[in-house]
């Protein structure tokens, strides 16, 4: 079975975010904005030398104030932002087309 027909299976039985896959860009912490009102695209993070987050367009990731370790990831971030550390950012496109980050590593 071809890897296009598996991925759909899964997706049919476990429903489309079996079908996202995850993106990894290594970059520098540029930009960061933060939305004071609402969770959706609390923390927004761009990266200075990397234009592709998402495997697209995307320079941006983000990160919601109701996702696990919100704070331990926004603190992470600002951390490797301070320190000019390099990041490897992990996402994957939301269905509504953003770009949303789950795991963070800073070398």
Do not use: W
């Not at 109701?66 to 951390?79: E, F, H, K, M, R």
């Amino acid at each position: 079975m071809n890897t296009r027909l598996r991925k759909l299976v899964v997706g049919a039985i476990f429903g489309l975010p079996a079908l996202a896959q995850a993106t990894d860009v290594t970059g520098t912490v540029g930009q960061i904005e933060v939305n004071a009102f609402g969770s959706a695209g609390s923390f927004r993070v761009y990266t200075s030398t990397v234009n592709n987050m998402c495997g697209f367009t995307f320079t941006e990731t983000v990160i919601n104030t109701t996702d696990p370790n919100y704070s331990v990831v926004v603190a992470t971030i600002l951390a490797a932002k301070a320190s000019g550390n390099t990041v490897v950012f992990s996402s994957t496109q939301n269905s509504d087309g953003s770009c949303h980050l789950y795991y963070i590593k800073v070398q």
